[in-house]
């Protein structure tokens, strides 16, 4: 089976993830991240997919295909983590499951697709549970929390803006230290953290309060103006501020951040600095990890071969 899986992986773009989602209709997988944009399907599939596309062109240079065993190879390695600039990191888990979520909800979605992405996740958890445990403080979270140590007193008030898996993470381990207050558009959501982690919140409605506060982390990505503009500009020359983490990719804050002193403030790029420091505390477990996917991947081709004896063209699956 995975002798026909094809994936192509373009540096991150909103706009193709977009045009191909419109196009795709369930026929090849998209996943967009702030570091790649990927589409995963069977032999001409993403081809097909892609093309005529105007956004593919001003991309074409930053392409790159995997075929087969590469391709599975290829995913298991982004799942995990490894193919990102925080090794180890977990996010990209949640990235992918709202994606595979995403694709399910068309009315008929590739079921081989869906096979191969149901073993990834449970291959992916084996990886990471084996050989990639207790390595969270290079993940965003944990970069965020060794931030708010060196910067925070215990029971300081930290305000934290969405209510995502990120989010989340973040509440998990910082918690029991220090105060949170959590102000997200999904009301449900907020409640379900404020009964788990026992979180103060804010309502949305009163979100340009949260700016006002000496320690804030943005998890929410957004190119919409969602603060009050005066508020926002406020930020550049706010005494009360200690430290601004924001985490996200497109960021509501970009038009400010630059102009906040770095000792203040701390975007993605700068957390992704924070981790290529600190990756090479880790290595060793990684180097362990990628032979064990490589094992899983070959694992994963006797598997298929099991299930589906008759080659591609004789399945015509295209």
Known sequence: MLNGLKLINFTPSETL???LQEKAKGQVFILRTCQRTLILGFNGQPELVTHKLKEVASLEASKE????LNAYEFLLETICGLKSRILGENEIVHQFKEAYAQFLEHDNPNSLIQNVLEKLFKDAKEIRSTHLKNIGLQTYAGITRKILLDKAQADSQIFILGSGELAEDIIKITHRRYKI?????NIERAQELQNKYKVTLLAWSMRDLALEQQFIINTIGTKQEIFVQ??????QT???????IDLSEPSPFTTVSAKIPQNKAINLEGIFKVGELLNT????KVDTALTAIKEKTRHRQYHFTLNFPFGWDELQFA
């Open 17 to 19: 993830e977009t045009a």
């Open 281 to 284: 505390e880790k290595n060793q």
């Open 181 to 185: 207050v959590l102000c997200a558009r």
């Open 65 to 68: 295909v995997f075929k087969g």
């Open 230 to 235: 005066n508020t926002l500009e406020a930020l």
């Open 238 to 244: 706010s005494k009360k501020l200690t430290q601004l």
